[in-house]
T-cell receptor, first 114, second 109 residues
Framework: DAGVTQSPTHLIKTRGQQVTLRCSPK?????VSWYQQALGQGPQFIFQYYEEEERQRGNFPDRFSGHQFPNYSSELNVNALLLGDSALYLC?????????????FGQGTRLTVV | DAKTTQPTSMDCAEGRAANLPCNHSTISGNEYVYWYRQIHSQGPQYIIH???NNETNEMASLIITEDRKSSTLILPHATLRDTAVYYC??????????FGTGTRLTVIP
């Protein structure tokens, strides 16, 4: 079992550009959540996908959007990149919304906006 | 709103038990206490979670007070590999976790 995999591992983009990050959940998991972690801070919840729909959302602007595919993989899209979007983006998967069980995290994508 | 309070940092001697406290005085009846840790530049790793009873697994023990307003994560025999940031999280489900700033645990040889 490969666990949660994210791609790419590192990315450099220019301010104003758009970026797409990808996540494959752990086998058997159908719920995917995305987090942003700025340097020195704890991860912040962006949104969660289940059954191909956004179910919950944190305090992030509409520039942050996502998608979940029928195979449960997910993408995070960020438009009009700002310097402040530079962070580690983490994907987490878990089996089913609402169950009290652990989330499994990927290793993250390090995004640098210049 | 992380709903938890943790010390910023702690040290522990290698081989000794590490006891990491967490206050969650506003916890609701259906909210679980989760512990995750994050080793530098890696994704967070699940450790343990519980509702009201004490829990133990191969990694750690979780002691929750009877009033559920605080808890302690115990690493019974800390090793250098346990050096990490430890997050205590109160949440109704595993899927959207609200992390605070955590406790930076340093295990000293």
């Amino acid at each position: 079992d490969a666990g949660v995999t994210q791609s790419p591992t590192h990315l450099i983009k220019t301010r104003g550009q758009q970026v797409t990050l990808r996540c494959s959940p752990k086998s058997g998991h159908d719920t995917v959540s995305w987090y942003q972690q700025a340097l020195g801070q704890g991860p912040q919840f962006i949104f969660q996908y289940y059954e191909e729909e956004e179910r919950q959302r944190g305090n992030f602007p509409d520039r942050f959007s996502g998608h979940q595919f029928p195979n449960y993989s997910s993408e995070l899209n960020v438009n009009a990149l700002l310097l402040g979007d530079s962070a580690l983006y983490l994907c987490a998967s878990s089996p089913q919304v609402g169950l009290n069980t652990e989330a499994f995290f990927g290793q993250g994508t390090r995004l640098t906006v210049v | 709103d992380a709903k938890t309070t943790q010390p910023t940092s702690m040290d522990c001697a290698e081989g000794r038990a590490a006891n990491l406290p967490c206050n969650h005085s506003t916890i609701s009846g259906n909210e679980y206490v989760y512990w995750y840790r994050q080793i530098h530049s890696q994704g967070p790793q699940y450790i343990i979670h519980g509702l009201k009873n004490n829990e133990t697994n191969e990694m750690a023990s979780l002691i929750i007070t009877e009033d559920r307003k605080s808890s302690t994560l115990i690493l019974p025999h800390a090793t250098l590999r346990d050096t990490a940031v430890y997050y205590c999280i109160v949440q109704t489900g595993a899927n959207n976790l609200f992390f605070g700033t955590g406790t930076r645990l340093t295990v000293i040889p």
